[in-house]
């Protein structure tokens, strides 16, 4: 009998941390795209600096319930990337909510890669530009799971026309436009 419980005492670590495996795994939410294509040219920070407004994303629990939402980004002296994002809750003109992080390009100074964290140096995320304008005025941007994307542009109201072309891009980098949820900004919708 002492043995079986030694047994079980020992296996129960081990299904607690599967347990919760599996769950963070179900918050994350669904796949929208099974195979994430590496990013299709590389970037110049010192040109994708400065505000972005979010178009699209895919809903995640962090922006839950956000509309209006932008990304400033700015190079740092130490290299790294200072991130803020900024959601108004409920509504394009709601009150404002910010989330400071902050990001390091993985690989060369161009790459399009980066790891960003909004919780300390210890915990980092994916943040892949997966194509963007020649011009920096639209970037779409996603991480290897395909559970996440934003479609980012420099306006808060994007032409149909370049609305039309970004969804058709997202499309054609295999992403499930069913899951897209469209941002709203004050002035109109996106």
Not at 52 to 57: G, T
Not at 78 to 102: E, F, H, M, Q, W
Request: glycine share 10%.
């Amino acid at each position: 009998m002492r043995s079986r419980t030694m047994q079980i005492t020992r296996m129960f670590p081990a299904a607690i941390a599967a347990s919760a495996l599996a769950l963070s795994a179900c918050a994350a939410g669904p796949v929208g795209n099974t195979r994430v294509p590496e990013p299709a040219k590389a970037v110049e920070f010192e040109r994708y600096q400065g505000l972005w407004y979010e178009f699209a994303r895919y809903d995640n629990r962090f922006e839950r319930g956000c509309e209006g939402v932008t990304a400033r980004y700015a190079k740092l002296p130490d290299g790294l990337i200072s991130v803020l994002n900024t959601c108004r809750k409920g509504a394009p003109d709601g009150p404002a909510k910010s989330s400071d992080g902050r990001a390091k390009p993985v690989g060369d100074a161009k790459a399009a890669k980066l790891k960003v964290s909004f919780f300390g140096p210890f915990f980092f995320g994916d943040y892949w530009v997966l194509d963007r304008s020649d011009d920096y005025s639209w970037a779409i941007v996603g991480e290897p799971s395909g559970r996440y994307l934003w479609v980012l542009t420099r306006e808060a109201q994007p032409s149909a026309e370049r609305r039309r072309d970004l969804l058709a891009r997202v499309k054609g980098l295999g992403y499930d436009l069913g899951l897209l949820r469209m941002t709203r900004h004050a002035g109109g919708t996106p």
